[in-house]
Structure formats: C-alpha cells, structure tokens
C-alpha cells in the first residue's frame, strides 16, 4: 500500500467508524506525539481489505498481557501500543525496538469481553476459552469506550468459541495456580486471574 493510498484508506476508515477513537492520525501512525510512529508500520497497514475498527485503544508504556497480567509484551521505550477493535477481530499492535509484535483475537474465539479501570492501570480484556489477553489502554481512556468496545465484541461472540490457534505466547487460563481444564466440566468463568 502506497503512503497516500493509507491515508485515503485510513481517511474512509475514520469517517465510517461508530466511535472517535478511530483517527486518521492513529490509523497512519502520524499522531503528534509520536513523531517517529508509535509502532513501526502504520496500523492500517494490519487490516484485511474490508476490516473496518470501531474502536481504537492506546497506551505509551504497556502493551498486551498474555495469558496474566504480568506476562505483559511492552513496547520499546519510544514506541507504543494501538488496540484495534474491528468488525472482525480484536488487533493488538506493539512496537517493538525493530518490528511491531502483533496479537490477534478473533471475536469467534471470545467466551467474554470486559474491561477495568483503576487510579494505576485501565485494560481491555478479552477471555477466550482457556486464555485471557490483557488490552492495557492509557488510564485516562474514557470508561465508555471501554464498555462500547467491551460490547461491541460480546455482540460478536459465539455459543461455542473456537480457540486462537497462533503460538503467542498466552498462558492458559489458571485457578488458584491450577490451569483451568473448560473440557471436563470446569468452567472458565470460574478462573480467576494470578
């Protein structure tokens, strides 16, 4: 994709999304203040031809915790993170120091999409039926488009939710330090986060 074919691209995606977090600066990686890019290809260049965000999510200094909290991929220390929340999936982008590592949560592999803010920390998280992936969004983001984006993927989900097939490095979900078995009558919903 060409530099001006981007932001044409990224221009129809901002004017077509339900909610304003989706930017044409954000989608081309053009936001003031990342003069060198928060990630190292623009965000728009992840999307398939007809993938449309809804929602876009950011942070400076936290990127995707996989699996837990604590085993979070940060981005470099002039990089940072774009949480895309689009009509097909849930796209997790953090810039590395010389690529950007890219976690991807189809919303047919979502058993639950929640969110939670603090005085520390905001995340979006989205529990699959034996992982959790941990959205860290910047704490000032605004508590609505946490639960817009939180229901726009519930509304997405299925009855039987497949299970992310990439090697991404997520832990499987953990009860009381015991991994969670959802195949033997145990629930997922009974997990709790270590």
Not at 51 to 68: D, F, Q, S
Not at 106 to 127: C, M, N, S
Request: proline fraction near 7%; glycine fraction near 8%; charged fraction near 25%.
């Amino acid at each position: 994709m060409t530099d001006g074919a981007e932001v044409d691209r990224a221009v129809t995606l901002a004017e077509m999304a339900p909610h304003p977090s989706v930017t044409v600066d954000v989608l081309t990686g053009r936001e003031p203040t990342f003069p060198d890019g928060r990630l190292h290809d623009p965000p728009v260049t992840h999307l398939d031809g007809t993938e449309a965000p809804a929602y876009v999510l950011r942070n400076e200094k936290r990127g995707i915790g996989l699996g837990t909290k604590r085993n979070t991929t940060k981005p470099a220390a002039d990089r940072g993170t774009v949480v895309l929340v689009t009509d097909r999936r849930t796209l997790c982008l953090v810039g590395g120091d010389d690529e950007d590592t890219v976690v991807e949560v189809p919303h047919d592999a979502v058993a639950a999409a929640t969110y939670h803010t603090g005085l520390l920390a905001t995340r979006f998280v989205l529990r699959t039926p034996s992982k959790q992936y941990h959205c860290w969004a910047d704490r000032t983001t605004d508590e609505s488009l946490l639960s817009a984006a939180a229901e726009y993927v519930e509304e997405r989900t299925v009855d039987s939710p497949n299970e992310v097939e990439a090697d991404d490095g997520a832990s499987p979900l953990t009860y009381r330090g015991q991994p969670v078995n959802t195949g033997s009558g145990d629930s997922a919903d009974d997990a709790v986060e270590n």
